[in-house]
């Protein structure tokens, strides 16, 4: 069922204010887009395809398993490069940065959703007066 007009005005402002109270949150809970991938990525892997099926061929018809397996492989390669994206630049270690907030709690390496609920439990702390640092 759609919105009507003063719904959807409503739900737009209720999001830039969101945005404008906090946009770490904002963000967190926005949509994620896939990884993009870029026309020349595609060409690459297609033309890898092309040449694999070419040798795939030859391999057929002079009777050369080996050949032929080197081109399938060579097919599938090329497939997998066309598909998927290029890799991120995050870090393989998976450190975070520390937060500045000067608590004396060890940071472990964590995920960013660990590193979010870590922070949104300081600030319900903080709010309800059970934070030591206060």
Do not use: Y
Not at 14 to 40: C, N, T, V
Not at 72 to 80: D, N
Not at 112 to 125: A, I, N, V, Y
């Amino acid at each position: 069922m759609p919105l009507s007009e003063h719904e959807q005005k409503m739900l737009d402002e209720m999001e830039r204010q969101l945005f404008a109270d906090d946009p770490r949150l904002a963000r967190a809970f926005a949509p994620s887009r896939g990884p993009r991938r870029s026309g020349r990525r595609i060409l690459i892997g297609l033309a890898g395809v092309v040449l694999g099926l070419g040798v795939l061929v030859l391999a057929v018809s002079l009777n050369l398993i080996w050949l032929g397996v080197i081109a399938f492989l060579g097919m599938l390669g090329g497939a997998l490069f066309a598909i998927t994206g290029p890799r991120s630049s995050v870090d393989p270690g998976g450190a975070v940065p520390g937060d500045g907030d000067g608590g004396s709690r060890p940071t472990a390496p964590r995920g960013g959703g660990d590193d979010f609920l870590r922070k949104m439990e300081e600030r319900w702390e903080r709010r309800s007066g059970d934070d030591p640092r206060v």
